[in-house]
T-cell receptor, first 113, second 118 residues
Framework: AQSVAQPEDQVNVAEGNPLTVKCTYS??????LFWYVQYPNRGLQFLLK??????LVKGSYGFEAEFNKSQTSFHLKKPSALVSDSALYFC???????????FGTGTRLLVSP | EPEVTQTPSHQVTQMGQEVILRCVPI?????FYWYRQILGQKVEFLVS????????KSEIFDDQFSVERPDGSNFTLKIRSTKLEDSAMYFC????????????????FGPGTRLTVL
């Protein structure tokens, strides 16, 4: 069965500093990995995905994520955080042959001015 | 940019009543999904739907739940006899196509319907 772990409930970072939101996964076969962001009273907005190929994936709003097969990780990163990046971030995995996304518990990112 | 829309944004109902949650997927999408998020918990998959059939469902999606695409634009989730534990945020999503060989499409989510069962 697929699973995702987001070990940090909350990440605090100062504006302008780099940020990392951690995600590890467990899945049989090749993983398809996704990051979504949720702002208050909004739905889940797609940020980026890893399917195959280059381990560094670039997405919306300057975010990127690095797939590491040996560590089964897919950490979300941004070189310079903005206050407007403050939101709830979800990592998700989809296994080959399945349609469902399995989500992590989410990490709240707080960027202070 | 096209978006998934959901109505109502908030639904309050009495235990035992039937509710229908409505979604309008992105217009050229072929696959439709429902997820739910109980307050403070993970987002959980309920069901996926393609070509007027359920293509995948979770153990949560029991006989009290049903889905339908009644016309060319709407996609609905019906809960026949609501229970207190059905209180959650329900998200609809759509995608062009799921896994097909090396192509894995993205699921785009609506803003959700908050269901409160009293």
């Amino acid at each position: 069965a697929q699973s995702v772990a987001q070990p940090e409930d909350q990440v605090n970072v100062a504006e302008g500093n780099p940020l990392t939101v951690k995600c590890t996964y467990s899945v049989s076969g090749n993983p398809y990995l996704f990051w979504y962001v949720q702002y208050p009273n909004r739905g889940l907005q797609f940020l980026l995905k890893y399917i195959t190929g280059d381990n560094l994936v670039k997405g919306s709003y300057g975010f990127e994520a690095e797939f590491n097969k040996s560590q089964t990780s897919f950490h979300l990163k941004k070189p310079s955080a903005l206050v407007s990046d403050s939101a709830l971030y979800f990592c998700a995995v989809r296994a080959t042959g399945f349609q469902k996304l399995v989500f992590g518990t989410g990490t709240r990112l707080l960027v202070s001015p | 940019e096209p978006e998934v829309t959901q109505t109502p944004s908030h639904q309050v109902t009495q235990m035992g009543q039937e509710v229908i949650l409505r979604c309008v997927p992105i217009s050229n999408h072929l696959y439709f999904y429902w997820y739910r998020q109980i307050l403070g918990q993970k987002v959980e998959f309920l069901v996926s739907f393609y070509n007027n059939e359920i293509s995948e469902k979770s153990e949560i999606f029991d006989d009290q739940f049903s889905v339908e695409r009644p016309d060319g634009s709407n996609f609905t989730l019906k809960i026949r006899s609501t229970k207190l534990e059905d209180s959650a945020m329900y998200f609809c999503a759509s995608s062009v196509s799921p896994t097909k060989g090396a192509l894995v499409d993205t699921q785009y989510f609506g803003p959700g319907t908050r269901l409160t069962v009293l």
